[in-house]
């Protein structure tokens, strides 16, 4: 394991600074309730999905507000996850030596995560009841292979 | 363990409806069978009574929540003979007791209950035809006539050993407890497999935890699963190293409280939410709030649901309308098919879940990951990577004194500076690369991004998202279909006009929707249990390494590593012997039924699974478990019985109560013939009816040239039998009890039959 490893955090904010859009509660609900996708997974997986999706559907990165430190452990982030946060920070900067900074990298991440994590939880939480966990995974998967390959549609 | 354990002999003294002494000498099994005969309600259960209440007072034999005229009549008898204390003068002592003489190996218990009380004035109850009945109390545990008074509340109950040299018994109060002697001969928890009655072979195949608690209890695996749970609990270090291996201690210990429901004190956590109960009269008990216990809650509650389906089932064959039944029927057959499309659903659905979020990153980050691969190859192209090789290479030439195109790379130090200017620039060289290993990151994310992704693009499509959505989705149209089906005929069932299946319709549909809900809670708990092992795992990695930091932790470090190889030690070493032990449990209750069963080529397979559900698969790979006739029922448990002393050694004494009442003619044949050979060693006695035992075999359509002997001469044939007989006596001063005495089988010339009749 790399340096960049040990280093990385202690902690990644997600936005629970951000009182006012209630991000912890919406967090909190994609986590644990029975209409979630997310139902049992942790922050920090949530957090990687949405990052991916603000990257895909070209947002760019809001930092989010921050009281100090983030409330998501460095060590719930697995090494793919990890992969993509690099992989993400090389691709913004267009610069490989950007994963030699691991606070620069959690920050680009951090930004992509926040700037689509209501439209996320918007997406999941008021979709049709008659759109399933997976359905509605699969629906933005989908959105984003056919705005990549708009023929195959 | 293995010492063979028999009962020598049993005294009744005023128990129940054994008026005055009564007693019994059991054959060892060198010596035979032991039959003890007796009608329906005279006393049989009651032996059986007196073993459980002698050895754990408890009485639960016999008192079955049936009608059953002999069973009623057995729930409301006290435990002091009513004759006895009828006719003993008011203030005066009454005692009751029960002794049993077992041999263990080369010891012998005597072990003994005495329930001692005072009479006062008795109280009856006048019934509509005059006659006066004795009121019963309850009284802790026995039951007494109501006007009598407990002296000794919980029973003198004492434990004597003779060992081989001893010239009498002693008491064994200063070795231990007696029911810690007791538990060490004959264990209240496997009671319920050597006193064996009806109803408990009846409902076994029921009860699933009945066969996990068999197996786990006989074969002492128990024992290891608990000593598994303490040296779990040793996992977690003390506190006071340091700040951040404190706060990685609490953030291990809290995810253990998780998964074991307790809280900060170590003290079982529930909620406040009750748990199912079938009967609404039972008191009300609630669910653990997290972890395993509460996936046990309700997994036991989704069981007792399907036996109240099971009943519910029952109760729509008795509705004596053809339609209903027809459609009842196919209910039942696409209910199971509806089942099994169920439990493949939950799989794929999981399965499909964890792609979609753990893989669609890879879809979304396309662009970056093609991006960041161009990048990192084209620094890999200019030389820059991987920064360890450049390092080695501006070593080498160090090493070497000079450069490939020859150049002299010898260091010429003059007044602690270095003189050599290429010397110089190949020291820059290296030192710019400081900090930079981090880059060598990016050689192996290329490598895997490539590898995985990009260069397998549709592939990684197909595997993770294309064809888990094509399961998916036929699954779930499968499952709808069913579940369409369903409703279709619950709504013919209910146009069918009768209230009673309307109710149970109803009540079946809301137990279907509650076990669908135990089923998701089970999942979500399940998934937030494997997510909080990750999470636990990490913690411990990472304490772990802040340990070995600590010069001063290395100890305690050094003795969590050996408590981690302890753990997984023993977790691997019951994981093979409880696998062991359930094959070699379930191959010989396969080869035990194959022999007892007359027509067991209907079967094709008996499996137990690793969660203890049982399938026994017909030819059509059915699994009729829940729907084997009476006979069936009871030979499979009977071969289960058998089969679990087989791996385990456990030698202990079988009573089996009317164990041939319900089967049918040709495996009433098959039993006698094949009993003998089962369980070698080991002491067997049944308490039986002359009609199972004496009486000719009744004829059987689909076996018209089955012998019609009786099965206690088809036993006698291979085994000596040690008879009694047990009589209610029907007048004068002693009548409604019951003597036991010594019997044999003999032919009654006037009824032209055989029958059990004291010698």
Redesign the interface.
Known sequence: MSDFDINFGPWINYGNADKENKITEKMEELSTMPWSPFNGCDYAQIFIFCMSYAFAVGRKPVSPPSKGSGSMPASAFKRDMRDFMKAIAIAQTKDLDVITNPNEVVKICEGFAYASFLEVYDKIKNRDTSISNEMILDSILQEIDSKRNPKKN | MSHPIRIISIELENYRQYFGKHKIDFSSRAEGFTIIAGKNGEGKSNLLNAISWCLYHQEPHGMGDDSRSHHSENRSLSVINNRYITELPEEKTATTSVKIWIQKGDDVYSISRVLTVIKHKLEFKELSDGKKSLLITNFTTDKIPKGCEIINQFGDFVVKKKGPGDPDFHDTIKDADPHTILEEILPIGLSKYFLLDGEFLEGFWKDPTIIQKGIEQISQLHLLSSLKDHVDKMRIPSKGIGKHTDTLTTKIQILSWYEQSLDEDGNEKFTQEPRWKSDPNDPDVYYHATGKPRIIDLTEDKKKMEDRIKEISSQFAKVNVPTVKLLKQTYDEINQEFENEEKNLRSI?NA??YN???R??????????E??VG??EE?MSLGDLPVRQRRQFADDLLQRGNCICGEDLHSQIIGNKETNKRVTNINNFRNNLT????????VD?RY??KHDFIDKYDTF?KLN?GDP?IK?TNS?TRYLELKNKLAGITIQLQNSGDNETETLIQEQEYLLQQMCDID?KIS?IK??LA?KNK?MT??RI?LDKELKKNALAKKLSHELTKWEEVFEHISQVYDELKNEIRIDVQNNTWKNFQELLVNSTEFETFKIESDYSVYLLDNNNVNKIRNLSAGQSLILTLAFVAALREPTGYKFPLVVDSPLGKIDSANRYNIGTYLPDFLPDEQLTLLVTDTEYAADLPPDPDYPKLPKTPVGKLLEQKIALKHFKIQKEKSGLNKGNSTIKPAKLVFNNEKLGWMVDFV
């Open positions: 659905r499909y879940r979609l979020i753990s669609s990153p890879y879809v979304f980050l396309k662009d970056a990951i991006s960041s990048i990192i620094r900090g930079k290993d981090d880059l060598d990151s990016a994310l895997d991004f499509l998202f959505r998916f779930e998701s979500e998934l937030n997510m999470e990490d913690y990472q």
